[in-house]
């Protein structure tokens, strides 16, 4: 469980469905927001922050019981990790103010933006596209909406053949 303390600082939580109970794990990085987290088959924990333009993942490994801090994720405008996803060994991060995606190596931490060509099928720079927000795996795929002044598009992602799809589900 993610949640910010009286400072609006984010702290992790974990909670037991056998004893019923809550127990404090720590603040993953001082002065940091949490706004995203995923899973991963082991059960550590990856988490999506914000601080001053320098959004960040983290993971909690459950085996150490250490935070390992990923890096900041984009040295441009990508202030927020606002979404997240692991799949097969990857962690997706989608950002904001600056609505990118990247694909994270788990063991190795490599970071790969894959936005490419999603503007283009999303019909808008980059520049307009503000989140990538409710961002899921399921199957070959890693959904994806993104946010443009609140006219919001569904892409899709092919985790296979790692590629945009052509089809986009949008209000316009």
Not at 5 to 32: F, Q, R
Not at 141 to 164: C, G, I, K, M
Request: proline share 2%; net charge negative; charged share 25%.
């Amino acid at each position: 469980i993610a949640a910010l303390d009286s400072a609006n600082i984010g702290v992790l939580w974990s909670y037991s469905p056998e004893t019923k109970t809550v127990k404090k794990i720590g603040v993953p990085m001082e002065g940091h927001q949490l706004w995203s987290s995923t899973t991963d088959e082991k059960g550590n924990v990856y988490l999506g922050t914000f601080a001053d333009q320098n959004g960040r993942v983290i993971k909690y490994d459950v085996e150490s019981e250490q935070f390992i801090d990923y890096g900041k994720i984009d040295d441009g405008t990508g202030s927020y990790v606002r979404s997240m996803a692991y799949h097969d060994g990857y962690i997706y991060a989608g950002l904001g103010v600056a609505g990118k995606v990247y694909r994270i190596n788990a063991e190795t931490k490599a970071k790969e933006d894959i936005t490419k060509n999603m503007p283009e099928l999303v019909g808008k720079p980059i520049e307009e596209i503000k989140f990538a927000y409710d961002m899921d795996a399921a199957g070959n795929y890693l959904f994806v909406r993104v946010d443009s002044d609140n006219d919001n598009a569904l892409v899709f992602y092919n985790l296979e053949t790692q590629e945009w799809e052509d089809q986009v589900i949008s209000k316009t």
